[in-house]
């Protein structure tokens, strides 16, 4: 199994800020990790797949980086809807498996 | 418009079942493969079972192995997943997720189920 440690496991901002978000992976698993975006009482919502691309209607201040084991989302200037909780995930081998997820929080 | 709609969830007793469907439209379902996904009050996301776009393969977490079977109708553009031997554990909003590549990019909005006598 696939294991994504994701780090920090909280990051408190301010908006405007820009947001670094870290997954690690027990295993290469290419390019292939997607990052989704969680509300309360809300659907995850895909922000990048494939490392890289974002998903439609996502912001271009969303971008992902990486490959292999390390990536990154990084969001260039905090807008206040987006304070959530996000997380990594794979499916390169199965189980798909999820990171335990990012809250960024408003400081 | 892409949308999944999840049913089904409820209060159980443990040790029952319940079958969760998650109706599709706006899309050729034929075409993809769909996940469940659950996550338990306050915790993370964790992946269930998954099932082809034909319906000829399934996957499943170990942790709910023999206990859960996922299928699909083609025909109704709906996904199912029985739930058997429910146990406390498996307390949580169950979301279907419609799979792009690797990742997935369509969810529903999840249907409860809760566990407890």
């Known amino acids: 199994e696939v294991v994504l440690t994701q780090s920090p496991a909280t990051l408190s901002l301010s908006p405007g800020d820009r947001a670094t978000l870290s997954c690690k992976a027990s295993q290469t698993i290419s390019r292939y990790l997607a990052w989704f975006q969680q509300k309360p009482g809300q659907a995850p919502r895909l922000v990048i797949y494939?490392?890289?691309d974002r998903a439609t209607g996502i912001p271009d201040r969303f971008s992902g980086s990486g490959s292999g084991t390390d990536f990154t989302l990084t969001i260039s200037s905090l807008a206040p809807e987006d304070f959530a909780v996000y997380y990594c995930?794979?499916?390169?081998?199965?189980?798909?498996?999820f990171g335990g997820g990012t809250k960024v929080e408003i400081k | 418009e892409v949308q999944l709609l999840e049913s089904g969830g409820g209060l159980v007793q443990p040790g029952g079942s319940l079958r969760l469907s998650c109706a599709a439209s706006?899309?050729?379902?034929?075409?993809?493969?769909i996940h469940w996904v659950r996550q338990a009050p306050g915790k993370g996301l964790e992946w269930v079972s998954a099932?082809?776009?034909?319906?000829?393969?399934?996957y499943y977490a170990d942790s709910v192995k023999g206990r859960f079977t996922i299928s699909r109708d083609n025909s109704k553009y709906t996904l199912y997943l029985q739930v058997s031997s429910l146990r406390a554990d498996d307390t949580a909003v169950y979301y279907c997720?419609?799979?792009?590549?690797?990742?997935?990019?369509?969810w529903g909005q999840g249907t409860t189920v809760t566990v407890s006598s």
């Open positions: 997720a419609k799979e792009k590549g690797y990742s997935l990019d369509v």
């Open positions: 099932i082809s776009g034909d319906g000829d393969r399934a």
């Open positions: 494939d490392a890289s």
């Open positions: 706006g899309f050729n379902f034929n075409n993809y493969a």
């Open positions: 995930q794979q499916r390169v081998n199965w189980p798909l498996t």
